[in-house]
């Protein structure tokens, strides 16, 4: 049994931590550095900074705080938000990450994503996916969504998940628009159609709000009708859990969220 990961995010501007919903309405929350080195002690098996900032100060402000971070804990960093070279993935690792994350760029551009798993290995590149759910009739789909989930790219978000993972991307973070901040639960069936289509882990983001939901997740007990099209022997369930508010506003802890995910049959590392 795969063992699953439950990842704090910490999305920065500015040099401090924010939270929003929907991708608006963003608050401060508290100092990243300080909330690192808590989910660290808490049990969190990897942390993913977001850098949400436009500017060049936050992501000059990101890095200084991944060095800071990187001196004081023991688990894995990522950093995502505003990577579009390979010299800014070399500034990444050189600040302490041991992974990147791409959105943006590397739907301007995808062969970045190969650039960087031929330079870096493919387990240091996470392709990021901003999803959101399109209405109109016909089969229900998701677009990728670029520039922090303002602008609509028109492309399938699940044909999007399987191009990057030829490319050589080692993980997809999977963030529903739709649910992001709303603490009504991850999208199960977005989640299930990008992991039928891919071969790599798959990060659920959006929508914790329970502990139940996580574990949901990473069992993905989605709707029956999906079942009949998922690939034999493959889990549907997601391999990692991305979870925020429940941890900045102090409703769950990182242990508390471990062992109700292991009493539902969720093999986590405690």
Sequence with gaps: MNTKRIIPCLDIDDGRVVKGIKFEGIKEVGDPVELARRYNAGGADEIIFLDIG???????LLLDTVQKAASEVSIPLCIGGGVRTLDDMQNAMNAGAAKVSVCTSALKRPELLR?????????CVVLS??????NGDGPLRWHAFSHGGRTDTGLDAIEWASRAAELG?????????????????????????????????????GGAGTLDQIAQ???NTASPEMDSAFSPGKSPGADAALVASLLHFGKSTIEEIKKYVRSKGVCVRL
């Design 115 to 123: 650039e960087m798993a031929e330079t870096y290995g493919s387990s």
């Design 169 to 205: 991307v080692g993980e997809i973070l999977v963030n529903s628009i739709d649910a992001d901040g709303t603490g009504a639960g991850y999208d199960l069936e977005l989640l299930r159609r990008i992991k039928n289509a891919v071969n790599v882990p798959v990060i659920a983001s």
């Design 129 to 134: 996916i901003d999803a959101k759910r399109i």
């Design 217 to 219: 997740v990473l069992l």
């Design 54 to 60: 436009a500017s060049a100060k936050s992501r000059s």
